[in-house]
T-cell receptor, first 115, second 115 residues
Framework: AQSVTQLGSHVSVSEGALVLLRCNYS??????LFWYVQYPNQGLQLLLK??????LVKGINGFEAEFKKSETSFHLTKPSAHMSDAAEYFC?????????????FGTGTSLTVIP | EAGVTQFPSHSVIEKGQTVTLRCDPI?????LYWYRRVMGKEIKFLLH????????ESGMPNNRFLAERTGGTYSTLKVQPAELEDSGVYFC?????????????FGPGTRLLVL
């Protein structure tokens, strides 16, 4: 079974600082990879996803993530944090092929942005 | 276009009672998924409908949980009788196709507390 590891359940950054949220997956065959964000009292919103094109994926709100097969990682970054980025972030994967429907999630990372 | 909606947003019940959660997917989406997040843990897959048929219910924890999707539109998830460990956030998601890497669109979740 797939597993997803998000290092750091809570991350704090200063406004304007780099945001780095880590995600590692376990499968030997690279899955499809997603980052979702959940703002308070809202649903999970897709930030970006990796299918198999460019390894650097750009998403909404200035976020991007880089797929690194050698490190089985898909870390999320943003050059300059805004107060509005405070939310919970989830990394998710789904396997390639006929079994690839259910998503496997990490435990989430809560991002705090300090003024 | 309306997103995935879930009702109720919150539910507090006593152990042994019955609760029914409802999910309305995005119009035209044949695929509907239920997930659950127990506090502090990852979001976990419960089951997947394609139209009105259960495609995969491997994540359903036990026979106290019953999911239906009559007519292939909205879905209900009934817990009867509820136990303390059923507390958590129940998410519904939908997708249009079953293509590889298809994005799932999530609702805001129902927060269930069993006392």
């Amino acid at each position: 079974a797939q597993s997803v590891t998000q290092l750091g359940s809570h991350v704090s950054v200063s406004e304007g600082a780099l945001v780095l949220l880590r995600c590692n997956y376990s499968s030997s065959v690279p899955p499809y990879l997603f980052w979702y964000v959940q703002y308070p009292n809202q649903g999970l919103q897709l930030l970006l996803k990796y299918t198999s094109a460019a390894t650097l994926v750009k998403g909404i709100n200035g976020f991007e993530a880089e797929f690194k097969k050698s490190e089985t990682s898909f870390h999320l970054t943003k050059p300059s944090a805004h107060m509005s980025d405070a939310a919970e972030y989830f990394c998710a994967v789904t396997p390639r092929g006929p079994d690839g429907n259910q998503f496997y999630f990490g435990t989430g990372t809560s991002l705090t942005v300090i003024p | 276009e309306a997103g995935v909606t879930q009702f109720p947003s919150h539910s507090v019940i006593e152990k042994g009672q019955t609760v029914t959660l409802r999910c309305d997917p995005i119009s035209g989406h044949d695929n509907l998924y239920w997930y659950r997040r127990v506090m502090g843990k990852e979001i976990k897959f419960l089951l997947h409908f394609v139209k009105e048929s259960k495609q995969d219910e491997s994540g359903m924890p036990n026979n106290r949980f019953l999911a239906e999707r009559t007519g292939g539109t909205y879905s209900t998830l009934k817990v009867q009788p509820a136990e303390l460990e059923d507390s958590g956030v129940y998410f519904c998601a939908s997708s249009q196709d079953r293509m590889d890497g298809e994005t799932q669109y999530f609702g805001p979740g129902t927060r269930l507390l069993v006392l």
